[in-house]
C-alpha cells in the first residue's frame, strides 16, 4: 500500500504536530477541523513548529517553507480526505465524539483510505465498526512534541488486516518517527500505561494535599535525576487532556478520589484557561516563548 496523500483531523496540539512533522517529510498533507475559524489559529501555530523545527532540528528556511507549501486546509470532511490514501485522527479524547467523527467518515472517504487513530487512551477496536472499515483501521499514537520525542506507537485490533499494519510502521519510519509495533491491544500503549498511573499519582497527592506541586516535582526530579516532574509534564501534556482522562475514569468506576480529582482540575484550571505551556500557564507560568512550540 503506497501513502502518498495524508490527512490531519485535528490541529490541536498533537494534531498540527503530526501535520507539519508529515509534510516536513515530503508528504502531501490536507488538515482538516470543524471551522475555518479553528483553521486559521493552525496557520498560526505551523508558523510556531517551524520556529521550532529550526532551533531543534536545525532544519533551513527552505525545508520549513516547503513543509508548509505542503500544508493544505478544510473545514469540509468530504473535501479533506476526497484523494487521502491515510487518514489520521487526532480530534478531542471523548468516545461519542470520535464514533460520530468516524460514522460521518466512512460515508465520504475513498474505499482506499487506510483510517489511524491518535487515541491515547482508547482502543482502535472501540471504533472499528465505526469506521465500515475495520479491516483498515488501526491506532497509531504519537507523543507530544513529536520532533524530538518521535515515537510512533502502532496498535491494531483483531480485525486490522496485516498489511495495513505493516504500512503504518513503514509510514511512521518514514516521517521520522522509531516504529513502536503493540502485539496485542493495550489501553494506552506503552507510554501511556507507564505514564498515566504516575501522573495521576502526582494528582493524587496534591488534592489530598499531601503535598504542593513544586514539592512533588521537587521530589521526583531530585529523587530520580529525571529532567522534569510530572506537574511540569502534565503542563507540556495539557490539563485538558488529563481531565479528560480523569473525568472518564470517575464516571465509569464512580470512585470518589477520581471525582475530586475532576472537580478539581475544573475548578482551578480548566474553567480559568488554565491548560498548561500551550496556554501559557497550567501548574506553572510560562513566557510567551515557551508556549510557542505546542500551542
Not at 496523500?5 to 488538515?31: E, M, P, R
Not at 483553521?39 to 528556511?61: C, I, N
Not at 531530585?222 to 464516571?251: C, H, Q, W
Request: hydrophobic residues 45%; proline residues 4%; negative net charge.
Amino acid at each position: 500500500m503506497d501513502i502518498k496523500n495524508v490527512t490531519i483531523a485535528g490541529s490541536g496540539v498533537l494534531g498540527a504536530q503530526i501535520a507539519f512533522q508529515t509534510a516536513f517529510h515530503g508528504y502531501a498533507v490536507t488538515v482538516y477541523d470543524i471551522s475555518d475559524e479553528v483553521l486559521e489559529k493552525a496557520k498560526a501555530t505551523f508558523l510556531k513548529l517551524g520556529e521550532a523545527f529550526k532551533a531543534d532540528l536545525e532544519a533551513s528556511q527552505q525545508e520549513v517553507d516547503d513543509a508548509i507549501d505542503r500544508l493544505s486546509l478544510s473545514a469540509d470532511l468530504a473535501t479533506a480526505v476526497a484523494d487521502a490514501d491515510l487518514l489520521i485522527e487526532s480530534i478531542p479524547e471523548n468516545p461519542s465524539i470520535k464514533i460520530g467523527f468516524y460514522e460521518k467518515l466512512a460515508g465520504v472517504a475513498p474505499a482506499k483510505t487506510i483510517f489511524a487513530t491518535n487515541s491515547s487512551t482508547m482502543l482502535p477496536s472501540q471504533f472499528a465498526d465505526s469506521t465500515g472499515r475495520p479491516a483498515q483501521f488501526a491506532a497509531l499514537h504519537f507523543a507530544n512534541e513529536i520532533w524530538k520525542h518521535n515515537t510512533a506507537e502502532i496498535m491494531g485490533h483483531p480485525g486490522t488486516d496485516a498489511e495495513v499494519f505493516d504500512t503504518l510502521v513503514a509510514f511512521a519510519k518514514s516521517i521520522g518517527m522509531v516504529a513502536l509495533p503493540l502485539h496485542k491491544e493495550q489501553p494506552g500503549y506503552i507510554i501511556n500505561t507507564l505514564l498515566v498511573p504516575f501522573l495521576g499519582a502526582a494528582l493524587d497527592l496534591l488534592v489530598r494535599g499531601v503535598a504542593d506541586i513544586e514539592t512533588v516535582d521537587k521530589t521526583w526530579v531530585m529523587g530520580t535525576g529525571a529532567p522534569a516532574g510530572p506537574f511540569r509534564i502534565l503542563d507540556v501534556v495539557g490539563i485538558t487532556t488529563a481531565y479528560n482522562i480523569y473525568k472518564i475514569s470517575a464516571e465509569k468506576t464512580g470512585d470518589p478520589l477520581k471525582q475530586q480529582v475532576v472537580d478539581y482540575l475544573k475548578e482551578n484550571y480548566i474553567d480559568k484557561g488554565k491548560l498548561g505551556v500551550a496556554t501559557g500557564e497550567g501548574f506553572y507560568k510560562y513566557p510567551a516563548s515557551a508556549s510557542a512550540n505546542t500551542k
